[in-house]
């Protein structure tokens, strides 16, 4: 089956640690996504890439990291400089563009992330 | 600013009692609107893509409509399975989906 497998789906971390969530895609897509979800607030983009070895920060990139060496994953890691880390995180794939339109995106099931 | 604006942000519902949510939006250029519903704990699934004034679009329960302003998304005789965030997206640009806060709709039997 085609889709997006995010790991682990639940994390905890200690302040101060550097954590890594994993997103792997197996649709073929060229653009991955990563968003952050609080209770009350909509999803929020944190990273994008839309080509392999290349990707640019979104609204909220300020204490994350990602990488994009491989078309099929694109790890998100949430590092010890993220003041408020714990939230929901979801990972999305799409194809760019599809006869001239924009198309939509798929998204993984989620990581629950809490620092303690 | 690109924004998405959903109403109510939650709603309640007897099994079989129809309604609509509303997605208004101000963009500098739709080039696609989306429509997810979300369970708890779980990443939004996808349900429609509308791209011009008039178009429409059904799955089931659910019909999508789309005009210069706003998008509905209507929902027939309702069964409590249907209870979910429902949340709108554009994508004005290229590369980036803005979403709206949601609908929490639940649906009792």
């Known amino acids: 089956d085609g889709g997006i497998t995010q790991s682990p789906k639940y994390l905890f971390r200690k302040e101060g640690q550097n954590v890594t969530l994993s997103c792997e895609q197996n649709?073929?897509?060229?653009?991955m996504y990563w968003y952050r979800q609080d209770p009350g607030q909509g999803l929020r983009l944190i990273y994008y890439?839309?080509?392999?070895?290349?990707?640019q920060k979104g609204d909220i990139a300020e204490g994350y990291s990602v990488s994009r060496e491989k078309k099929e994953s694109f790890p998100l890691t949430v590092t010890s400089a993220q003041k408020n880390p714990t939230a929901f995180y979801l990972c999305?794939?799409?194809?760019?563009?599809?006869?001239?339109?924009?198309?939509?995106?798929?998204f993984g099931q989620g990581t629950r992330l809490t620092v303690v | 600013e690109d924004q998405v604006t959903q109403s109510p942000e939650a709603l309640r519902l007897q099994e079989g009692e129809s309604s609509s949510l509303n997605c208004s939006y101000t963009?500098?250029?739709?080039?696609?609107l989306f429509w997810y519903r979300q369970d708890p704990g779980k990443g939004p699934e996808f349900l429609f893509t509308?791209?011009?004034a008039g178009e429409e679009k059904e799955k089931e329960r659910l019909k999508a409509t789309l005009t210069k302003k706003e998008s509905f998304l209507h929902i027939t005789a309702p069964k409590p399975e249907d209870s979910a965030t429902y949340l709108c997206?554009?994508?004005?640009?290229?590369?980036?989906?803005?979403f709206g806060t949601g609908t929490r709709l639940k649906v009792l039997a």
């Open positions: 999305a794939s799409s194809i760019t563009r599809w006869e001239g339109r924009n198309t939509e995106a798929f």
């Open positions: 649709l073929n897509h060229d653009a």
């Open positions: 890439s839309q080509i392999v070895n290349d990707f």
């Open positions: 963009v500098s250029g739709l080039r696609g």
């Open positions: 509308l791209y011009s």
């Open positions: 997206a554009v994508r004005p640009g290229t590369y980036k989906y803005i």
